[in-house]
């Protein structure tokens, strides 16, 4: 029989798990498939541990969990989730039910007739987030999309069944700063994408502020773009354009002029001022892509496993 395997990251979701389960197991039993459930705990502080403990408890057959030893984040969850799962099939799926199982079937049905290697699932609205949060998404879609090869589809929720195929290849990507929505891109394969409305999580708050939503924007730039890097060579240049032109005008107005004097001091100090802003921020991202070289050639390991059933 084909096998399923659902990869789930939890972190500090104890109210979410016992909802979680039957809900997906409702859905899964009408489907023609074998499946075995791999739970991440990423190092929550809750009783998140205790309750996938119960879960495997139930049918230890089927329900396994893998759990840090601190918090590494959820992309880091994704990778030891996907290492761990042997099914023909995985699907990611987050555990707040903002991921609704109900789309299983159907997502099953587009790749094992084999057409699709991947279904992944997008959200047409964003219904219940704040206003500035959905502008700042937009945009980073945007700019993403303009400057990386590796395109990234809009909405899309890292919510995707993937072939063995598939997920093999993602898991031969072990960087050490994983932007999994880059990565389900970049390593190629057909892809459909299912439109569905957003919907709010069940229990618990979500984990993602503002703020580290915008710093896990400029990782996915940097991890999929060296548009960036370019800045420094595009300032410079369009600077050193300027300064010459200006050389041009005193030169001329020196001898047009006669006892033409230099302007004030205060225009002085704000070039001085803005020069040395452009190159220091330039030298920022330059030192962005230099530490990810640094935290990469130190092979760390993205995860440490404290208990595994
Ligand atoms: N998550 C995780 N580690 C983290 C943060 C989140 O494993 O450090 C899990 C979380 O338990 C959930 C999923 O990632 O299953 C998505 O998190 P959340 O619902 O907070 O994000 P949102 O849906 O708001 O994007
Ligand atoms: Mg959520």
Known sequence: MTKLSIVVPCYNEQEAIPLF??????????????????????????????????LHDQDPEHVHYVSFSR??????????????????????????LQDPPEYLPEMYHEVSTGEY????????????????????????????????DTK???GARDYRMMTRQMV????????????????????GFKTKYLPYKNVERVAGTTDWSTWK???YAIDGITDFSEAPLAIATW??????????????FIVIR????????????????????????????????????IGRIYMQTKHRPIYIIKEKK
């Open 21 to 54: 389960y039957p809900a997906v197991e409702k859905v899964v039993k009408k489907m023609p498939v074998e499946v075995e459930y791999w739970f991440v705990n990423d190092g929550s502080a809750d009783q998140t541990l205790d309750e996938l403990r119960k």
């Open 71 to 96: 918090n590494f984040g959820k992309e880091a969850g994704l990778y030891a989730g996907l290492k761990a799962a042997t099914g023909d099939y995985v699907v990611v799926m987050d555990v707040d």
């Open 117 to 148: 290697d991947c279904v992944g699932m997008r959200r047409t609205d964003r219904k219940g987030e704040a206003k500035f949060k959905s502008f700042l998404s937009d945009q980073f879609y945007n700019v993403i999309n303009k400057i990386s």
């Open 152 to 154: 990234i589809v809009s």
């Open 168 to 187: 093999n290849a993602v898991l031969s990507l072990t960087e050490y700063n994983r932007f999994s929505k880059g990565i389900f891109n970049w390593v």
């Open 213 to 215: 939503l915008f710093k």
């Open 235 to 248: 300032t410079g240049g369009i600077s050193a354009f300027i300064a010459v032109i200006g050389i041009i």
């Open 254 to 289: 020196h001898f047009v002029v006669p006892n033409s004097s230099a302007f004030g001091w205060a225009s002085m100090v704000c070039i001085m001022l803005f020069i040395g802003g452009v190159q220091l921020f330039c030298l920022g991202i330059v030192g962005r892509y």
